[in-house]
């Protein structure tokens, strides 16, 4: 058919539904939500000319066979809304659909009718023309009660007593529900959103390389767990804990060749021993792995993997599948590259195989053997170099059979690349937080991050440092500059995490200058690290993170708010539940080396408290009280004093 | 085949296509431009990893069958762009299409490594292979081409030999158009660009009733043709001309019944002699008719009709076609109503109608008919009141038919409803403008007009009266306010109208007090206007209409641009030509009664010319010449003296 003759063939559909909101790239990918949220969808929602609409959501868990539909309503300027209760983990998917309600336009114009005491006998036959009409698509029971109307309607009672039934609710409430004919408009399509566990939104993650951890096995690192559990983590992240490569293997600080006794690069994985399903023996064995995991649920910690896929030279993939890698005319298998550098210690997997179906599947045995060992959080790393449609296959795949598992998207690329990971099902991300350390810069991206479509699928996870970053404010801007950092990550982002101990020691040195790798990098070699040092940010962490905990305006990035301060140094914002019921204020001095004054601004929209009452704020960190008046409020932060103030909005009483 | 099992099977599609520009609703309705215009398409378009990207621009016009394709370029930020010309009236199609260019990554990777001085011997081989794989995709003559730089790849040549073959321009051409096998991504959709003659965005309109001239004929009428083509206007818009029903007939003023000399609301379409293809007996013939539109256009004239879609109880049709109106039970029919307003003269057409089809047919032969007769240019009345799938089917058929045909939307109504008419297809549509008397209220209008995605398919023709609309600001501000409405109309508008007279002789009692109605309307009456009355706004008009017709700047609305004066009663804006040679700036004092000064604020990216240089302002109204140094220029404005400034910007020498 045409579009002209499909148009002619619709024309009864006379209702237009634009707009559903949330969407992204039109119904393309999900948006992302947490168990227990409310589903809020809107559409612009109109018709030609003034009669009534009846509008409706549909909305089922993807485990489910049948919709749920519930009335939408009007809000202004032809807006309409729904809200559900997302209740499952899960997909659900969701739709809209319309319809002209020729019996509520009647019914509304009866009213009118009546109020301008206008002749309504004729109307009465009218409206038992709309029910007759509408009785021939009813179920029996539905039938009989518009029998029993339209009976009424025609018969010979009063003009009040026909108006009661006329204006029925009930009756109203059936015919809305009621569509003539060939009148239906369904939005073109089904929309989506994923339902996670809270994790997703509100987690706090330590990475750390457990070969470091005493003999560097796994029963040694199960000593450090009542060490991370005190600093209040979610998550242990451990870099990956498979057989590590000899051939090319690489020497402390990424030298080209390691000393025989040096451990080499997680990253460089697979050996004679196993591959990714592999456990380095040096580490343990599966049941040791199981048992760290155990271990660590004790201490409500949860282990996440990281997930890497590429191999060693001496991966057992080589030799077994040497169709999933590019080999070169001179019959070698071609390593790494970014022209004119050289990996050879890495060969990437070719995705571009025409194997490459058994390869996705293998890819993803690999996910589903450690969700076997018990693992539900991984972290993926450089996702952005192998293809979109791999990973949205993987996710939606596993997800489907295993809807609590997360996966964090390590990826530092380009923006739109960042946010299409994101799109296609990643339920956390990296970001550029880590190079963000002006004000206005921190203002803009964590705006675009929370403020704009971007927050229906990115969950932002920002990390003040990583194994591979190191940025010059940490570098030169001593302890101060690592607090500083640290309740940034912690307070803009529900989600963070830090690599440690490095972080919480201000490990500091550069490999070189102008380098943002550490020197003596975990990733090459193991370190000892002084955990009981002083001045180690040990009790501050345990600090932020029981704040985070008490306060749940901290546990959701969506209603982040900055302020002003007047002083480009002093970062302000502010993150409240909805009902404003706990409301935090954060003020950062973002110079390590002075103090910096101001003066926040903060209104009754933002606090909750009208602006002729005084509010204390409360000092999280430091337990000091402000008792506030007005809108603006002084503030001095001194980076080696208290570089930050973390504050609770109370009321004086 | 699941969606999961879909992404397995796309496996080789890298390239992600998101983000193509412009697209309206996902590509459900078309954009708009004019024939000559540059169609500039863009587009998010990337990979995984690091490889080069092949991405592509079709399009064709619908009477074409095969695409034009032309290479896209990459801007920032994964962004890419293309520019085609619209070349013919009608719909164009255009859609994107990439992949991941292997041949060109490789060669982008050769030079780097020749620039690094590493042994490329392998390479050529590689580079071989890869040309190889793509020459069973080819035509002969390409893949002998292939052959050839095969061999040569394979040789014994020299490096530099062989390298001046792998870097050959031609064969990177070749082989970025050369995908390989199940590689190619295709943004999901063909979206349209609707081409309409010039006269869609630039044109000025004036509205009048035939049958106030002299004795009220077509051949009376056209005796004010010269009148109206001194104005400078291009269309000449005529209230229905169809014959007038007599049941229910309204008298002057809208009295509830005519007296029988009065002539009747043109309107209340139909009676015995004829409904919506005929002509009333009063002003002619359809031979007159005829020949008042070949007079016209000698004066550059074009007729536009106003199609309404209504009926007088005498209408033809209710005795032909009694089931395309709503009967009621007792046997009459529905006539239009409000409730509790009741207009009994009109019969309105049921779209609900089981035999909605042939409705649709007949009205569509409405328009056929007229352009039959000559007429290329319609406004329609209401269209708001009939289905919106009705207006979209009807223009796309009659435009298929004839491009050149244009339709103006007058639906004042609410906001995503006249969108909707806009995005189905209507040319040009009525806006809130007459409501829109205050600085700021037009700043933001306009720039949701002219600078957002609306102005993709939404273009604005602002008129400061109609016969329906007499503002307050009209009725108390004198020939003042008719002067700034004026001046505003024509110069924010590339497209606007008046009804005139009326408006040149700046008639301005309302009905009643607190009504927009004019009192002894035209609608229900005949008035005889005194056209040489010498405060008639006649002169200005032709001067600001020849303003229009020799500034570019002001024959389109995309550029323009609001500037700050300081005073709220001053409004300041330019429209300029995309090379800045033509730059019009309006200075507009909105205070009808008292003078108002401020200071215009210009910058060099507004005006085109350095800011160090003297510029000198030329008022296009009244000859005066100022130099102005710097960026900020001193306005006063009596509005009983001169109320605007219209100027265009020149340089000193």
């Given at each position: 058919m045409s579009e002209a003759d499909t148009l002619l063939a619709q024309g009864r559909r006379r209702v237009v539904i634009e707009g559903v909101k949330p969407q992204i790239d039109h119904g393309r990918f999900a948006v992302k939500r947490i168990v227990g949220d409310r589903m809020e969808i809107e559409a612009d929602i109109f018709?030609?000319?003034?009669?009534?609409?009846?509008?409706?959501?549909?909305?089922?868990?993807?485990?489910?066979?049948?919709?749920?539909?519930?009335?939408?309503?009007?809000?202004?300027?032809?807006?309409?809304r729904a809200v559900f209760d997302l209740e499952q983990l899960g997909r659900y998917r969701y739709t809209v659909q319309a319809w002209v309600d020729a019996f509520g336009s009647w019914r509304r114009d009866l009213k009118k009718r009546v109020a301008a005491a206008q002749d309504i006998a004729l109307q009465f036959l009218i409206g038992a023309n709309l029910l007759e009409d509408a009785s021939s698509n009813l179920k029996s029971a539905d039938a009989r009660r518009l029998k029993a109307s339209i009976k009424a309607l025609r018969g010979e009672g009063s003009d009040e007593a026909r108006l009661q039934v006329a204006l029925d609710g009930d009756l109203a409430a059936l015919m809305a529900r009621t569509p003539q004919k060939g009148r239906i408009t369904?939005?073109?399509?089904?929309?989506?959103?994923?339902?996670?566990?809270?994790?997703?939104?509100?987690?706090?993650?330590?990475?750390?390389?457990?070969?470091s951890c005493g003999k560097g096995t796994f029963s040694d690192a199960a000593k450090y767990l009542p060490y991370i559990a005190e600093m209040g983590f979610d998550i242990l992240y451990l870099p990956p804990v498979h057989p590590i490569g000899k051939t090319h293997r690489k020497g402390s600080n990424n030298r080209p060749t390691a000393a025989p006794d040096e451990p080499g690069s997680p990253w460089a994985i697979g050996a004679e021993d196993g591959g990714h399903k592999g456990v380095a023996s040096q580490l343990g064995t599966q049941a040791d792995f199981r048992a760290f995991v155990a271990r660590a649920k004790q201490y409500n910690l949860e282990i996440a993997l990281d997930i890497a896929f590429q191999c060693s030279p001496d991966h057992p993939y080589v030799k077994e599948h040497p169709q999933w890698f590019r080999w070169r005319p001179d019959n070698t298998v071609q390593y790494a590259e970014n022209p004119p550098k050289i990996y050879?210690?890495?060969?990437?997997?070719?995705?571009?195989?025409?194997?490459?179906?058994?390869?996705?599947?293998?890819?993803?045995?690999?996910?589903?053997f450690w969700i076997g060992q018990g693992v539900r959080v991984f972290r993926?790393?450089?996702?952005?170099?192998?293809?979109?449609?791999?990973?949205?296959w993987l996710i939606t795949e596993v997800k489907q059979q295993y809807p609590d598992v997360l996966f964090l998207a390590e990826a530092f690329t380009r923006p739109k690349i960042m946010y299409q990971l994101a799109k296609l099902g990643f339920s956390q991300s990296y970001t550029y937080f880590t190079w963000r350390n002006e004000r206005w810069d921190l203002i803009e991206?964590?705006?675009e991050l929370t403020q704009t479509e971007a927050r229906e699928f990115f969950r932002p996870n920002p990390w003040p440092n990583t194994p591979d970053i190191l940025h010059e404010y940490l570098q030169t801007g001593g302890r101060p500059a690592f607090i500083i950092r640290y309740i940034l990550a912690a307070t803009l982002g529900a989600n963070y995490g830090i690599y440690g101990p490095a972080f919480e020691l201000c490990e500091h040195v550069p490999r070189e200058s102008g380098s943002e790798e550490y020197l003596d990098s975990e990733k090459y070699q193991t370190r000892a690290w002084a955990l009981d040092r002083p001045d180690s940010l040990h009790p501050l962490i345990a600090r932020v993170n029981r704040i985070r905990r008490e306060n749940p305006a901290l546990q959701s990035d969506w209603r982040l708010k900055f302020h002003t301060t007047g002083n480009e140094q002093l970062i302000a914002y502010s993150k409240s539940t909805e009902t404003l019921d706990n409301v935090i204020v954060v003020v950062v001095n973002l110079d390590a080396h002075n103090t910096q004054a101001g003066w926040l601004h903060l209104t009754t929209k933002d606090v909750g408290i009208p602006a002729h009452e005084p509010l204390v704020a409360r000092d999280l960190l430091t337990g000091a009280r402000y008792t506030w008046h007005g809108a603006d409020?002084?503030?001095?932060?001194?980076?080696?004093?208290?570089?930050?103030?973390v504050l609770r909005i109370e009321t004086l009483a």
């Open positions: 018709a030609d000319g003034y009669d009534e609409i009846s509008a409706w959501l549909l909305y089922r868990h993807e485990n489910e066979r049948g919709w749920h539909e519930i009335p939408m309503q009007a809000l202004v300027n032809d807006r309409w369904k939005f073109d399509r089904e929309l989506a959103v994923v339902v996670d566990r809270e994790r997703a939104r509100f987690s706090a993650w330590y990475e750390m390389f457990p070969r050879q210690d890495i060969y990437p997997l070719d995705f571009e195989t025409a194997d490459w179906q058994a390869l996705w599947q293998e890819l993803k045995s690999v996910f589903l993926v790393d450089n996702p952005h170099t192998k293809p979109f449609r791999f990973w949205e991206y964590f705006t409020h002084y503030v001095a932060l001194n980076p080696h004093g208290q570089p930050a103030h």
